[in-house]
């Protein structure tokens, strides 16, 4: 790709128009694609060019590897752009894409691949020097999990090594509660799971999570643009997130980001990614996982950087420096992102699909809603159900919380329900308010 | 024979996960309140459960096939 480049954007939704604004704004020229379901959508109507790539369940369109490299062959495009979700972190698809002669706006396949695999991933940040949460390969029996447990410190997970996504977790306080429940842990997860084998972790109660953005190019660019703290969650779903984390002292920030940019250059990272830590109370932090794409919460940074990411994962694809070095990137301000989905608070989140009746957005300073919905559009029950990110700038923490406020006030969405409701809420919660939030706060107080 | 329908619209299951074995097939007998099938909504699966009982003579549907709501995905010859 130099200088005009011809961009397919293997996705949907909102991320899709964010991704075809970037793409218009660098001077590419855009290609959509588009499932049964979203023949008349925002991004296709916006791109120079739009391809049907099949039906609207997920798996025979957006996440159809051969629908999507026919259409990138077809409409003659340079590059690929995965998004978020979906293909973005699948490392035979990268290759696909890569094989089939096309630019992949992304790492490497093969640090997908290492970053994507949980084990692997701790293994590399070891080996680069960045804490990992005290844990332990599968233990045998009780007995053993005693000793390991002392190695670690209590208080303690037990966590299915066949689990995941929150399941199959026991935390255990002390060694005569270890001693209590271990076989037990390990019979639940043996009927639970077909496997009853079970390893330990440290607990961190009260920890945050707290993420690093980074960029890298091909030519030793290696940047890190600070930290969002994504501490409010449900069901570890990010409801909403902040840049800077608040209250985060100022050598730990520094401290983060250093770690993310050993890992980076420890496993050869390019384009854009995400390093994924817990901040315990006493302020040691923790990698978590690495997401190896642009994340749904990156206008958050841009607004505190005033960096456009998406415009940086184009430049780097074409082999391009990044616009910007350590140096020379700063933070302004703070910036809050509350993801407005279809779902109703008030009936413990049930997905709401239906036809938008109205849809008012709201504006005034520092104020950006990115979404691909306009009124009279269907939401679909085929995917995730987010309708817009509401993403506030202000001077400060407060202004932009404020500022939130007013939005949510002026956002008028009619037709299904919404998380609205919830986000009005949180916006003027005087704890939230007075300061950070461990992940667990919104599930503990209702 | 009679048709129990789709209460949501969305992507159809047969199977708990691709490993598992379908919820019924064809022969089965299917008790009120059995999970014969799951719907994915916006990412949630939701259970349909049978509301009568009787021998399943039909599938309507395949695996990850779209569905809309009252759409017909299992015919019982009813008991």
New interface residues.
Partial sequence: MSGRGRILVANRGEIAVRVVRACHAAGHEAVAVYS?ADKNARWVELADEAVHIG???A??SYLNTDAILEAAKYSEVDAVHPGYGFLSENAAFARAVTAAGFTFVGPPPEVIELMGDKASARTAATAAGVPVVPGSRPVADTADALRVAEEIGYPILVKAAAGGGGRGIRPVRDRAQLEEVFAGACAEAQSAFGDGTAYLERALPGARHVEVQLLADEHGGMVHLFERDCSVQRRRQKLLEEAPAPELPESTRRELGEAARLLGNHVGYRNAGTVEFLVAPDGEFYFIEMNTRVQVEHPITEAITGVDLVAEQLRVAEGQRLSLSQESVSHRGAAVELRIN??DPDNDF??T?GEITAFDQPGGPGVRVDTALTRGDR?S?????LIAKLVCWGADRNQAYARAGQALREFRIEGVASTIPLHRRLVEDPELLAGPVHTTWLEERS | MSTMNAQLPGVFYRRPTPDHAPFVEVGGKVEPGQTIALIEVMKTYNEVKADRSGTVSRILLDDGDEVEAGQGIVEVDEV
Avoid: L, V
Wanted: no cysteine; hydrophobic share 25%; glycine share 6%.
């Fill in positions: 049964d039906g609207s369940p798996a025979k279809a779902e049930t997905p699909p939401i029950p085929f995917y995730d159900s």
